[in-house]
């Protein structure tokens, strides 16, 4: 499976910005989806997550009722609409893609995207 990730780049505090995930190869509909973030020295967050089907969704704390994500089987795209930015969301963000079943909340995936910055001026 190959992850594309898009849509990154520099908005103001309070902005908003929806990244995209496009995945080619593999069974799309069968991989649960998540997005992680690492900002400059610190470790990687595990952002968000969604079941196949969209029956099941994560959000961390850091991000919850400013972040959404979903997803297309017709287009094997995920996405991640962010809004209410704040300086602390600027981070590279990375598409995974699960093919394991589990907790909702698990941060184990098995293939990965490159990053897409995002960048959230004050």
């Known amino acids: 499976v190959q992850l594309q990730a898009s849509g990154g780049g520099l908005v103001q505090a309070g902005g908003s910005l929806r990244l995209s995930c496009a995945a080619s190869g593999g069974t799309f509909s069968n991989y649960r989806m998540g997005w992680f973030r690492q900002a400059p020295g610190k470790e990687r967050e595990f952002v968000t997550a969604?079941?196949?089907?969209?029956?099941?969704?994560y959000y961390s704390d850091s991000v919850k009722g400013r972040f959404t994500i979903s997803r297309d089987s017709a287009k094997k795209t995920v996405y991640l609409q962010m809004d209410s930015l704040k300086p602390e969301d600027t981070a590279v963000y990375h598409c995974?893609?699960?093919?394991?079943?589990?907790?909702?909340?698990?941060?184990?995936?098995?293939?990965w995207g490159q990053g897409t910055q995002v960048t959230v001026s004050s």
């Open positions: 995974a893609a699960r093919q394991r079943g589990g907790s909702i909340g698990n941060t184990e995936y098995d293939y």
């Open positions: 969604i079941s196949p089907g969209s029956i099941n969704r």
